[in-house]
Structure formats: C-alpha cells, structure tokens
C-alpha cells in the first residue's frame, strides 16, 4: 500500500506529487530528499532503496518509473514538467487510494488518452547505455530506449522497429597478486517493441547454450572471443514467452507486450575472462609521504572501446595532499583527490581494447606511518561500460517477426553490453 507518491527534482522541489491516504505527516517529501541527499551511514554515499526514518517506509518504486518512462519516452525532469497531466492521468489508473492496479504498458493503453509532449533527448544528459552502442560503422538510433510506445513518428506514421538488448552485469574480486577470487556474471535479455499488430517474434539463442553447472564441463577462461559452450547456473523467462522448441534448437517464441519487458534473466558463476586488469603498488616514499602506482589494461579486443571508467581507491585517513602524474596523450582523463571521502578518483572517457594506462599519485600525510600502508588503503574499484561486448558469449543468432498481410519489413536492433556491478581487485 501506497500513502504518498511523489517526484522531485534535483533541488528537491516537487514535480509529481499525490497523497492517497492522508495518514502521513506533512513534508515527508522534504524529509526523504534531505536524508537522500546527506546521507550518512558507515561510510555509505547512497541511501538504500528502502529506509525507515520516524515510523515511515520510503522506497522507490521502479516498476511505476518504468511505466512513466514507457509513454514520455524519455524520464527526465523536463520531460515530467512538460508531460504532467499526462503523469498524474498515468498515476491515477496505476494507483487506487494506496493500492497499485497494475502497472502494464499494455493495459493502461486502454485507459489513459493523453499524448505525450516529446522531449529532445539529443539535449539531455545521457541517463543509460543507449546512445554508446554501435553496429559496425552504423550507429543505433539514439531513440533506442527514449521513443514513447504511444507517439507517432513526424507525419503520423509509426516506425516499424524492435529493439534486443543483452545486457551483463560482472562482479569481479581479484586477489593482491592479481588472480580471480570470484567471479558472476549477472545477464538480461531486455526486449522493447514498436511493431504493430503483435506479431510473433521467434529469438534464437546459442546452439550450445547449457542450463546448468553439472551439464557440460567448464569451458574455463574463454571470454568473449573464445570457444565453448555457454553455461547459465539458472535463468527464468517473462511470462509472454513460450518455450515448446526451447530444449530442441534453442529458439524462444512470444508476442512481445508493449513497453520495455526482460525476455529472459540469467546468471552465470563459471569463470569468465575479466574485461580489465588492475595493478596496484602503494610505497612509503618518507615519514610523511608514499606513492601509488595504478595500471588498468584493457583485456578485450582492439575493436571494442570501453566507455565512462572510473577507478576509485580510498587511501589512509590521514591523507591531507595528492600531486597526480597522468599520462600524456589520453585525451578526456582526470584524477581527484576526494579530501572529506579520502578517496582517489581517476576518471577516463574511453579505453581501447588492448591499451594500458598508468597514474602516478603522490600522498601527503598528516602524521608519521605505523605499521603496513597497504592495510590502510584499498581496495581498489571500477565501473565501466563496454559497448558491443559479452564476457558469457550468450549471443541472439537471428530475430524472426511473423508477417501478417503486406507490411514493411522491420528494423531489428540486436545490441551487446556489459557493466560493472562490482569491480574489486585488493592491493
């Protein structure tokens, strides 16, 4: 149940808001955005999704978000201000005095009447992967995942189009001398559709897709480039896809609803090749000073860049200074020195597969060392994100759209990306 439903921007001003019940105090909003915002709790940068402050339950609802998002096309705050009699036209049929009705995009086409204003999402800030992916030398439309599933194209005519992403999150733990400690990988096949008429698509997967660890042997280090079977530990599928020929050739049958939907989540445990490596040597150089040394190496091929990496790296409290050496030549990098997180942050805009990159810092304390310095900072942290590119080599062969009478042939956007969820290696 439901008592208050509210949007705010990032100064903390309300865009959507709704009281359902009226047994909640005045200003939770408020409340909710300052305890966001400032949050403080052993040393965490983000509050959770779920908290409870003074008897009251915040959380997120990401299903409702994603209802939004699937008619404005594009969820942003000037998409909501622009679009805010359709939002609360959205909210009243997904919500009924507290208690959620439903939140399918197919069902609310049936209640809800307004058109969206169509925002530009060329002007916003990119809020996901869609504008990086690539197809050869041919980009995929940026309107990937911020077109509306109700508005038209210019002229009144809907393009014919269905988009298939595979998207894998990896967790990574390395050891101080560089070896794998764990590994999983975390994968959904996410499907959004434009067609008209809810045809039948047939997707293929992999010949030698194996569910299950004990089915066939470990293919071991294969990575993205390699041979072998890809084996998932567990998988489960939405409700709207039919598996009759799944067993025999690998093919899954639906006719995709409308809006965003996951065809099919995975996870897979089996040793993977990790995208990057990470070298980390940190040495007292004086009483009061130490340097570290940080190489990254891009473990893909030349022909997949990597996008948006951050490395971290939390040194010791009493780190007052830290002078950077960077490399010359790698244009869009830069490090910092987060003095309240005592923290090292170095930023690069793109890696080449293949490439290896070096950064010198040099530390200031405030107090002489004791003990080893290595146990007093770390561990080291990536995110990234790499276009194009899947350790598990789970692959979509071919995307088949039933015709019905005599239609345009489709466009059909099979799109690959991985993303670090957690990206540790201990120094």
């Known amino acids: 149940m439901i008592s208050q439903f509210f949007v705010l921007s990032q100064r903390g001003d309300n865009i959507v808001f709704r009281d359902y019940r009226r047994d909640v105090q005045k200003g939770s909003a408020e409340i909710f955005f300052r305890k966001v915002k400032f949050w403080k709790?052993?040393?965490?940068?983000?509050?959770?999704?779920?908290?409870?402050?003074?008897?009251?339950?915040?959380?997120?609802?990401?299903?409702?978000a994603r209802a939004i998002k699937d008619y404005l096309g594009v969820l942003s705050e000037e998409s909501?201000?622009?679009?805010?009699?359709?939002?609360?036209?959205?909210?009243?049929e997904v919500i009924d005095f507290g208690y959620v009705q439903t939140t399918s995009t197919e069902v609310l086409k049936?209640?809800?009447?307004?058109?969206?204003?169509?925002?530009?999402?060329?002007?916003?800030?990119?809020l996901g992967p869609a504008a990086l992916f690539m197809q050869g030398n041919k980009r995929m439309p940026g309107t990937a995942v911020t077109k509306?599933?109700?508005?038209?194209?210019?002229?009144?005519?809907?393009?014919?189009?269905?988009?298939?992403?595979?998207?894998?999150?990896?967790?990574?733990?390395?050891s101080s001398s560089g070896y794998v400690l764990t590994s999983e990988i975390d994968g959904t096949i996410q499907m959004k559709s434009y067609l008209t008429g809810n045809p039948e698509i047939r997707l293929a997967l992999n010949d030698d897709l194996h569910i299950g660890r004990?089915?066939?042997?470990?293919?071991?280090?294969?990575?993205?480039?390699?041979?072998?079977?890809v084996i998932l530990d567990d998988c489960n599928f939405h409700e709207s896809v039919h598996m009759d020929n799944f067993d025999i050739d690998r093919t899954l049958s639906l006719v995709p609803p409308d809006g965003e939907f996951p065809v099919m989540n995975y996870r897979i445990t089996?040793?993977?090749?990790?995208?990057?490596?990470?070298?980390?040597?940190?040495?007292?150089?004086?009483?009061?000073?130490?340097?570290?040394?940080?190489?990254?190496?891009?473990?893909?091929?030349?022909?997949?860049?990597?996008?948006?990496?951050?490395i971290e790296m939390p040194l010791p409290t009493y780190t007052t200074r830290v002078?950077?050496?960077?490399?010359?030549?790698?244009?869009?990098?830069?490090?910092?020195?987060?003095?309240?997180?005592?923290?090292?942050?170095?930023?690069?805009?793109?890696?080449?597969?293949?490439?290896?990159?070096?950064?010198?810092a040099k530390l200031t304390f405030s107090q002489e060392l004791h003990g080893n310095i290595t146990k007093e900072a770390g561990p080291v942290s990536l995110t990234f994100t790499i276009p194009m590119y899947n350790p598990s080599r789970l692959q979509v062969k071919y995307l088949q759209i039933a015709k019905k009478g005599k239609t345009t042939n489709p466009y059909r956007w099979v799109r690959y990306v991985t993303q670090a969820n957690s990206y540790v290696a201990r120094i």
């Open 41 to 64: 709790d052993d040393g965490k940068e983000e509050a959770p999704p779920v908290f409870n402050l003074d008897g009251v339950n915040y959380f997120h609802v990401k299903r409702i």
């Open 148 to 174: 509306s599933v109700v508005a038209n194209d210019p002229g009144g005519r809907k393009r014919e189009e269905i988009f298939v992403d595979i998207i894998e999150k990896i967790s990574v733990t390395f």
């Open 270 to 310: 089996q040793e993977f090749k990790p995208p990057f490596t990470i070298n980390t040597l940190i040495e007292e150089a004086g009483s009061l000073k130490a340097e570290v040394i940080l190489k990254i190496r891009a473990e893909f091929p030349s022909s997949i860049t990597a996008n948006t990496i951050l």
């Open 80 to 92: 909501m201000r622009k679009n805010f009699v359709l939002v609360y036209e959205l909210l009243d």
């Open 323 to 360: 002078n950077f050496d960077l490399e010359r030549g790698i244009v869009g990098q830069n490090a910092d020195f987060k003095e309240s997180q005592k923290k090292l942050e170095w930023n690069i805009k793109k890696i080449v597969g293949g490439s290896e990159h070096t950064l010198r």
């Open 214 to 229: 004990g089915s066939v042997p470990s293919f071991g280090y294969s990575g993205s480039s390699g041979t072998g079977a």
């Open 110 to 126: 049936s209640y809800v009447f307004n058109e969206p204003i169509v925002v530009d999402a060329a002007r916003l800030p990119t």
